[in-house]
């Protein structure tokens, strides 16, 4: 069966840690409004990034992964989606740093905020290239193998939410986005780590960076 094909093979282990992985979820997206005040942002500049702004920087984010995609195409540079796809997280963990490190002005929100948005639909991206890839080659429980995959992969947002709010909650406001920083970071470490270090066996049609244009 096709399913099984998907999930109980050794090869799906690397796209189902990536599935979990806390890093990339973009799960203080919704959190960050309720930190605001604490860096003097307006309340209308605020309410504008998190909606069109914020809307139009996500959707940024993905046509620029894309174009990077692309890039490594042309450059012909053996990387594969999973790969990209990780270090995406990583770089999604450290634009985060931005308001766990900052000084408390309304310059630190929107240039964190922005970042984190920008570099989140990146991650939204390169996560449906590494779920297409996951599923393999669709057939008649394609939709369904999607929707299992898709579900797995809002697992850690919700974990991650309370995650990130336990942090506030011990740490006060910058502990938010310093959980969201070093959790993201450690777990784009460790799987980044075994993708290029062990590298786990991928499947033979698996491609390298064509897929994020041909296969979207």
Known sequence: MPWR????????????????????????????????????????????????????????????????????????????????ATFMSLVNAFTIAILWLGHLDPRTYFVGVMLYLFTSGMCYASSIVVFLEFMGDAGTSGSTRYSLINSLGNVPVQYMILVDGWGCDHFGMRGLAGTECVVGIVAAVLLLRWLLIRRPTLPADAPVMCLPLSGA
């Open 5 to 84: 094909r998907t999930f109980w093979t050794w090869q799906a282990v690397p796209y189902i840690l990536y599935t979990l992985l806390p890093a990339g979820t973009g799960a203080a997206i919704g959190l960050l409004p309720g930190v605001a005040a604490q860096y003097r942002a307006n309340g209308d500049s605020v309410a504008w990034m998190n909606g069109l702004a914020g809307g139009l920087l996500l959707a940024a984010g993905a046509l620029s992964f894309a174009a990077v995609s692309w890039l490594l195409r042309r450059m012909r540079l053996p990387v594969s989606a999973i790969v990209l």
